[in-house]
């Protein structure tokens, strides 16, 4: 069912959106977690390490897709907010089109980067062979994660974000059962997981197309409308290409700072991991509640009704707050059951490996949650003042974060060690704040001057 956000209460229609989409999230960050859990316990450390660091790397690439497909499909919110019938299916017409462009780039790019960005990270030797196939196998099937982020993104945008996570639930159920056949049966180890991704992403896929192409016909393009539009491919590259290349700076922050965390060793590198699973979870969080923010945004800026816009910022604000409150303390309760989720079998071949894997993963976690209430508003005010049409700023903070993790895989790390590492991430939160919310009041004060005049006049 669409959802218009441009009528009724803020606060509850954004808390409303966040929950469905939330749970969306958190179940597709079990892909990972999932695969995590499975090669930890039947294929043992070095396994995890290099999922570890395969994820870093899958995160420049499939980071630029995420972005890529919410830029796509600001557009199309939009849209739906001015009650541009034709510029909805034009709009969606053209996400198609940039769909192929984008799986072909990332597939040939992905496969040809692989194994030299695993060399140029100093990726350790027992981990490099798990690392490798753990991503050319996500890069040869990036076609369905793709596919899966632009159809939930064509859902999103005019407020159905609860048919996404019903198909999303299915293909994680499918996932764990494909883990335990490929994994745990067939001893494909490394290999496994990915096949089981790849697979249950695709299947979910397909009954997703033919519920949009069925019930929202108003979106599906005509024969007409799927004639190339270069007005609107340009719109949406515009919006989703700089979208796409700050998540994929981001990512080649944390590239970096994976190069300088695989100089500790084989525990310290299997502990960032857990650490990194961890806050993935929590980001997805964010994540979530920043996207329906930028949903509530993008159809109110279409609508031209930008003190609505205002009034969401507040209200996501007082959200987030609330659930960095509640992560804390889930986390400082259930740490011990957390981190046993990871080394409950009998890998770890001494206590004292075991013991220098679960302290690495707390002292990145312990000083990551207290600085979690900055991460969540810059995720929801950067996702306004793109929902804005203003890409300039994000993507300048986005460099921002590239240089500020540069300098701590460099130097913090080399002064301060490991600890160096995991205050880093924290540090580029607190700056690329700055820039974001100085460009959202901006952006809204000019907005706001606008509308006045125009109702003077």
């Known amino acids: 069912m669409t959802k218009d956000m441009t009528i009724g209460n803020p606060l509850k229609l954004i808390a409303n959106f966040t929950v469905p989409f939330l749970i969306g999230n958190l179940v597709q960050q079990f892909y990972y977690l999932i695969s995590s859990i499975f090669v930890s316990v039947y294929v043992g450390p070095a396994a995890l390490g290099g999922v570890g660091i395969s994820s870093t ?12 497909c919410n830029g796509f499909c600001i557009t199309l919110a939009q849209r739906f907010g001015a009650k541009r019938k034709k510029g909805i299916k ?35 030797a027992e981990n490099f062979q798990h690392a490798y196939i753990f991503t050319i196998i996500h890069f040869l099937g990036c076609f369905s994660l793709i596919a899966y982020n632009l159809l939930s993104g064509f859902l999103r945008s005019v407020g159905d974000n609860k048919t996404p996570l019903f198909f999303l639930i299915i293909s994680v159920i499918l996932n764990i059962i494909l883990d335990f056949i490929t994994v745990a049966i067939l001893n494909l180890k490394t290999a496994g997981t990915a096949i089981s991704i790849v697979i249950s992403q695709a299947i979910c896929c397909i009954p997703c197309l033919i519920f949009i192409h069925k019930k929202y016909s108003f979106m599906w393009p005509t024969k007409k409308e799927f004639k190339i539009n270069r007005g609107y491919i340009t719109a949406q590259t515009k919006i989703g290409l700089p979208m796409g290349l700050e998540f994929s700076i981001t990512g080649i922050g944390i590239i970096i700072l994976q190069k300088a965390v695989n100089k500790f060793g084989e525990n310290i590198i299997a502990g960032f991991t857990i650490a990194m699973r961890i806050e993935d979870l929590i980001i997805a969080v964010f994540i979530a509640l920043a996207t329906a923010t930028a949903t509530f945004a993008a159809q109110n800026y279409g609508a031209k009704k930008y003190e609505r816009i205002k009034k969401g910022a507040h209200a996501s604000s007082l959200i987030g707050i609330f659930l960095c409150i509640v992560f804390s303390i ?17 890998f770890t071949t001494t206590q004292e490996t075991k013991n220098s894997i679960q302290e690495a993963a707390k002292q990145y976690i312990d000083i990551a949650i207290f600085n979690f209430p900055v991460l969540c508003l810059l995720l929801i005010f950067r996702s306004i003042v793109l929902a804005l049409n203003k890409t300039l700023i994000p993507v300048l903070s986005g460099f921002c974060e590239l240089v500020i ?14 600890t160096g590492i995991c205050w880093t991430p924290s540090c580029t939160w607190y700056v690329t704040f700055l820039i974001i919310i100085g460009s959202y009041f901006t952006s809204m004060m000019k907005l706001l001057k606008k509308q006045k005049l125009h109702l003077q006049n």
């Open 90 to 124: 034009l709009s969606v017409a053209s996400s198609i089109y940039l769909y192929f462009v984008v799986t072909i780039l990332i597939t040939i790019v992905g496969v040809l980067i692989t194994k030299p960005i695993l060399n140029l990270i100093d990726t350790p």
């Open 57 to 68: 790397v899958l995160f420049v690439t499939f980071g630029f897709v995420v972005g890529a």
């Open 405 to 418: 993790r540069i300098f701590g895989a460099f130097f913090l790390a080399k002064l301060f060690g490991y």
């Open 330 to 346: 889930l986390l400082l309760v259930l740490w011990d059951p957390i981190i046993n989720l990871f080394l409950s079998n009998d």
